[in-house]
């Protein structure tokens, strides 16, 4: 089975913290992806990575930025977290074709106070 | 902008009823994807369809990808409350690693 893990679901940190978020999968997948998810606004690439140590900009990775040491390792940071920046965040991950389907973890939902 | 336009935006129903559910665009996808969303969790893949033409059949679920691979319908037949959540199409346009996800339909099925 397919697995895509993320270290954690819910999290709820201060202006100006740095903020790590961590994911995991199983399926030796060279594509990693990091989203977020707003309300009516739909899903949106923050960063990607096609192989380690490679990182590619989504379509809004101001703020962000992303650490992939291992295939199977692929992390979130948000180094001065914002209160704009509460949100769902999910990872994922593909094969690296680009038919290829993309497989999300649980999501981690995350809020700046 | 490269977009994904899902219809209808929310869908309310009862048990027992059938529904479609759209996936537009004016671009060729190498594939498409349809997931469905709970509150809370992250989106689980209901299917793949790769070829233009493509008819796949998931128990009650029927999925089909148009002839051009610009656009995809989801049927559902005989709906269940276990069907509802958000439904997602999804794929890359092109030749590229970066998925455009539709813009959701919101089904909601009553008891």
């Known amino acids: 089975d397919v697995k895509v893990t993320q270290s954690s679901r819910y999290l709820v940190k201060r202006t100006g913290e740095k903020v790590f978020l961590e994911c995991v999968q199983d399926m030796d997948h060279e594509n990693m992806f990091w989203y977020r998810q707003d309300p009516g606004l739909g899903l949106r690439l923050i960063y990607f990575?096609?192989?380690?140590?490679?990182?590619e900009k989504g379509d809004i990775p101001e703020g962000y930025s992303v650490s992939r040491e291992k295939k199977e390792r692929f992390s979130l940071i948000l180094e001065s977290a914002s209160t704009n920046q509460t949100s769902m965040y999910l990872c994922?991950?593909?094969?690296?074709?680009?038919?290829?389907?993309?497989?999300f973890g649980e999501g981690s939902w995350l809020t700046v106070v | 902008t490269q977009l994904l336009e899902q219809s209808p935006q929310f869908l309310s129903i009862q048990e027992g009823e059938n529904l479609t559910v759209y996936c537009n665009s004016s671009s060729v996808f190498s594939s498409l994807q349809w997931y469905r969303q709970e509150p809370g969790e992250g989106p689980v893949l209901l299917v793949t369809?790769?070829?233009?033409?493509e008819v796949k059949k998931l128990k009650r679920l029927t999925f089909q990808f148009g002839d051009a691979r610009k656009d995809s319908s989801l049927h559902i037949t005989a709906a269940q409350p276990g069907d509802t959540g958000l439904y997602l199409c999804?794929?890359?346009?092109?030749?590229?690693?970066?998925?455009?996800f539709g813009t959701g339909t919101r089904l909601k099925v009553l008891a």
């Open positions: 369809v790769v070829t233009g033409g």
């Open positions: 990575s096609y192989d380690v140590k490679m990182k």
């Open positions: 994922a991950s593909s094969l690296p074709d680009s038919g290829n389907t993309i497989y």
């Open positions: 999804a794929g890359p346009p092109g030749r590229t690693y970066k998925y455009i």
